[in-house]
C-alpha cells in the first residue's frame, strides 16, 4: 500500500489478505510507514509489517515472494523509501488500484479503474469474479467496508454508484455492522485533535471568494503544540467545501521534509491534473494531493500566484 496509509489503502490490503490466507497462500501485508491509530481496530493489522521500522525484514519479505500485489497506488515512489525494493524485485507484480495515470511498465498485471470509488470495492469485484465468493467472511467485510466508506466520503461523493449500495448490503448480509466501523474511524480522537480543528478554522484559514476558493495552511508549531499524531489532520480539508459557493479547497502542511498538499474541489474543477502541473502529486479528479520543497510561506505564496490563472475554471 502507499505511505501512510488511510482507510481504503489498509482496508483493500488487510481485505485481501484474509482472502488469500483463506485459499491457504502464505501472505504478508507491508506498509511502507506507520499508519493512524483510528485504523488499529482492523482485524489483521497487528500482523501488518512497518517498512520503516523493519526495512531489512521487509526487504527480505519482499525479496522472497512470488507475488506482491500494488494496492491504491499508481506509481511505485508513493511507496516512499520501498520503491527501490519493490523495483529490484525478481516477481510478478500486480497493481489493483483507482488513481489515474498509472505506471504501466512497473507491473506484470493489474486492474486499473479510475472509476471505482475505491480500491477496496476492487478487491470485493476480484474476490467475487474468482469463483470462490463464498469465502467471504466478516474479517473482510470490516476491512473493506472501510475504505468503501472513507473513499466515499461516507457515500457522499459522486463515485457512490450503485454499485457500492450493492456492495454494502451484501457485507451486511454477511454480518458486517456497520456502526462499529464508524465509531472506529470517526469518533476515535482525543480532545486535542477538536481543539486543534478549531484552531485551524479559526486562525489558518482564507476564503479566496474571488476564485471561489478556501485554502488553509498548518505550521510547524500547530503540530507541536496540539500534538498532532499521522491521522489526525484527516478529513481536514473536506471542511473547507461547506462554505457556500467553494469548488475549490487547499490545505498545506508544513512537515520536517517537505510541505504536503490536499486537494478537493466540486463539479467540474480537475485536482488531479491541478496538482500534477503545479505540485508534484495528483490523484483523483476531485481528490489530490502534492508536495512542495518551498518552505511554507513560499508555497502559499506560489499557490495565491497559481490559482489566479483558474480564475474562469473557477466561476
Known amino acids: 500500500m502507499h505511505q501512510k496509509p488511510d482507510g481504503d489503502a489498509m482496508g483493500s490490503a488487510l481485505g485481501l489478505y484474509h482472502f488469500l490466507k483463506a485459499l491457504g497462500h502464505e501472505a504478508t501485508v507491508i506498509s511502507p510507514t506507520n499508519w493512524a491509530s483510528f485504523l488499529n ?13 523493519q526495512p531489512h525484514a521487509s526487504s527480505d519479505l519482499v525479496n522472497a515472494a512470488e507475488v506482491i500485489f500494488c494496492l491504491d497506488f499508481n506509481v511505485l515512489h508513493r511507496t516512499k523509501h520501498m520503491e527501490q525494493v519493490l523495483t529490484k524485485a525478481d516477481c510478478t507484480k500486480v497493481l489493483i488500484d483507482h488513481h489515474q495515470q498509472p505506471q504501466k511498465e512497473a507491473f506484470n498485471y493489474g486492474a486499473s479503474d479510475t472509476s471505482k470509488s475505491s480500491t477496496c470495492e476492487m478487491v470485493y469485484d476480484f474476490i467475487m469474479a474468482s ?39 451484501h457485507l451486511k448480509d454477511l454480518g458486517l455492522n456497520h456502526t462499529k466501523v464508524h465509531d472506529y474511524i470517526y469518533d476515535s480522537f482525543l480532545e486535542n485533535r477538536l481543539r486543534f480543528i478549531g484552531h485551524a478554522l479559526l486562525n489558518r484559514m482564507e476564503v479566496l471568494y474571488e476564485y471561489n476558493t478556501s485554502l488553509m495552511y498548518i505550521t ?28 475549490l479547497g487547499a490545505i498545506v502542511i508544513d512537515r520536517d521534509e517537505e510541505r504536503k498538499w490536499s486537494f478537493r474541489s466540486k463539479g467540474d474543477f480537475d485536482v488531479n491534473t491541478f496538482a500534477r502541473e503545479h505540485f508534484e502529486g495528483g490523484g ?12 511554507l510561506e513560499t508555497t502559499v505564496k506560489r499557490f495565491k500566484e497559481i490559482i489566479k490563472n483558474y480564475h474562469n475554471q473557477l466561476q
Open 131 to 169: 469463483g470462490y465468493a463464498d469465502m467471504l467472511n466478516v474479517d473482510m467485510a470490516e476491512c473493506l467496508y472501510t475504505g468503501l466508506m472513507t473513499d466515499t466520503g461516507s457515500f457522499r461523493f459522486p463515485a457512490t454508484k450503485a454499485s457500492v449500495h450493492r456492495m454494502a448490503a
Open 220 to 247: 510547524k508549531a500547530d503540530l507541536q503544540k496540539f500534538d498532532i499524531k499521522t491521522g489526525d489532520t484527516e478529513g481536514l480539508v473536506n471542511y473547507l467545501l461547506t462554505i457556500q459557493g467553494i469548488k
Open 284 to 295: 483523483h479528479k476531485n481528490a489530490a494531493g502534492g508536495r512542495s520543497s518551498d518552505n
Open 41 to 53: 481496530w482492523m482485524p489483521g493489522v497487528d500482523k501488518v509489517v512497518d517498512f520503516e521500522q
